[in-house]
């Protein structure tokens, strides 16, 4: 399982994974897929949108051996992951947590791909968007953009048990 952190640089390590079915994983961090590991926050999201670090951030993970791997991205973490598939890195399948830019994507991935939002993140995409682009998607009721940081640890949250149940094959859109 590839990780890729959002522009906080979380999770800097993580958890056990393997009650979701990962048991071997690996944490990069935006920052330094970027080239600009020195940024964190605003400075990396700038970096990443206004300038050239999305571009050195895909390219940095094109080069990643990704085949017979799922991966998993926080935010920004996650528009990486989704641009570098779309460019060529192969993966098996793809979860993305909060990744609200994803909005501005037309058309879905060739692998399987879960996106799931916190209900209350004014820059999720529409309910349309969901039905079109995504093959699976999920809204977390009540929760705000950066949910993940709680849910992802807690052994027994709901974003723990779609993630399990989307790799395991039985994921159903809520």
């Given at each position: 399982m590839?990780?890729?952190?959002?522009?906080?640089?979380?999770?800097?390590?993580?958890?056990?994974l393997?009650?979701?079915?990962?048991?071997q994983?690996?944490?990069?961090?935006l920052a330094?897929?970027?080239?600009?590991?020195?940024l964190?926050?605003?400075?990396?999201?700038?970096?990443?949108?206004n300038?050239?670090?999305?571009?050195h951030?895909?390219?940095?993970?094109?080069?990643?051996?990704?085949?017979?791997?799922?991966?998993i991205?926080?935010?920004?973490?996650?528009?990486?992951?989704w641009?570098?598939?779309?460019?060529?890195?192969?993966?098996?399948?793809?979860?993305c947590?909060s990744?609200t830019?994803?909005?501005?994507?037309?058309a879905?991935?060739?692998?399987?791909a879960?996106?799931?939002?916190?209900?209350l993140?004014?820059?999720?995409?529409?309910?349309?968007?969901?039905?079109?682009?995504?093959?699976?998607?999920?809204?977390?009721?009540?929760k705000q953009?950066?949910?993940y940081?709680?849910e992802?640890?807690?052994?027994e949250?709901?974003?723990?048990?779609d993630?399990?149940?989307?790799?395991?094959?039985?994921?159903?859109?809520a």
């Amino acid at each position: 399982m590839l990780v890729v952190s959002d522009i906080h640089g979380f999770p800097e390590t993580f958890t056990d994974l393997s009650d979701v079915g990962f048991s071997q994983h690996r944490v990069l961090q935006l920052a330094d897929l970027s080239g600009r590991p020195d940024l964190r926050g605003d400075d990396l999201h700038h970096h990443l949108f206004n300038d050239d670090g999305m571009r050195h951030a895909i390219r940095a993970l094109r080069e990643v051996d990704g085949r017979g791997c799922s991966a998993i991205g926080f935010s920004a973490g996650e528009t990486v992951l989704w641009n570098a598939v779309k460019e060529g890195l192969e993966l098996q399948a793809l979860i993305c947590v909060s990744s609200t830019r994803l909005r501005f994507e037309t058309a879905p991935l060739n692998i399987p791909a879960m996106v799931v939002w916190g209900e209350l993140d004014p820059y999720r995409p529409s309910e349309s968007w969901n039905h079109a682009v995504p093959q699976r998607w999920k809204t977390y009721s009540g929760k705000q953009h950066d949910f993940y940081r709680i849910e992802v640890l807690a052994t027994e949250s709901p974003l723990r048990a779609d993630i399990a149940a989307f790799i395991e094959g039985r994921f159903l859109v809520a």
